[in-house]
């Protein structure tokens, strides 16, 4: 069956715009996380959603990172008034219940480079 | 606090040996331990978990791990490396039951195979 998937697969931003990131998780799935990974580094979690509530966003570096997931499927992060520091893959995982046990499964990544 | 460390940043192993690689955590109660890897331009990929049970775990792609909790480490294993192997190897760790629903990760070991 389809994994995660992730679009753009590369985005180029100039400092100061706002992007949007979007994650189609495996269907069915009612957990999802977003996870940025910087060069050189393991992932670091950003937020998290159960069906379409965001139960944990302690991640989330700034208030520029905004994420939404309103009909309980496909999620954007977005990321306002981009700095070079935003530059990094940004993963997406779902995982079928949440539970702790589950497995988490990843798709491909966005990888944002903010000139 | 929960965290994972990957003690090595590269590691070499010749084509036919076998391979370890390396991990230790830190969680409060019982762990979920995960290990993913990463080929180039591409998302993480599940190759084998702990949660409960038989300390030897085994995986996708002739992979296993074995867990030992005094040594509080999950080293990853294989008898025999192909270079196809060769790629990022991330560590992850969860605390079980009552821990936050996302994943910790170690920074990555490089594995590459030589022919």
């Known amino acids: 069956g389809a994994g995660v998937s992730q679009s753009p697969r590369y985005k180029v931003a100039k400092r100061g715009q706002d992007v949007a990131l979007r994650c189609d998780p495996i269907s069915g799935h009612v957990s999802l996380f977003w996870y940025q990974q910087a060069l050189g580094q393991g992932p670091e979690f950003l937020t998290y959603?159960?069906?379409?509530?965001?139960?944990?966003k302690s991640g989330l570096p700034s208030d520029r990172f905004f994420a939404e997931r309103p009909e309980g499927s496909v999620s954007t992060l977005k990321i306002q008034r981009t700095q070079q520091e935003d530059s990094a893959v940004y993963l997406c995982?779902?995982?079928?219940?949440?539970?702790?046990?589950?497995?988490?499964?990843f798709g491909p990544g966005t990888r944002l480079l903010v000139l | 606090a929960q965290s994972v460390a990957q003690p090595e940043d590269q590691v070499n192993v010749a084509e036919g040996n076998p391979l370890t690689v390396k991990c230790t955590y830190s969680?409060?109660?019982?762990?979920?331990l995960f290990w993913y890897v990463q080929y180039p331009n591409r998302g993480l990929q599940f190759l084998l978990k702990?949660?409960?049970?038989?300390?030897l775990v085994k995986g996708s792609y002739g992979f296993e791990a074995e867990f030992n909790k005094s040594q509080t480490s999950f080293h990853l294993k294989k008898p025999s490396a192909l270079v196809s192997d060769s790629a990022l190897y991330f560590c992850?760790?969860?605390?079980?039951?009552?821990?936050?629903?996302?994943?910790?990760f170690g920074t990555g070991t490089r594995l590459t195979v030589i022919p």
């Open positions: 702990y949660i409960t049970g038989d300390n």
């Open positions: 959603f159960q069906n379409e509530a965001q139960l944990d």
């Open positions: 992850a760790v969860r605390a079980g039951q009552t821990g936050a629903n996302n994943l910790f």
């Open positions: 969680v409060s109660g019982n762990p979920y």
């Open positions: 995982a779902s995982s079928s219940t949440g539970t702790l046990q589950e497995t988490q499964y």
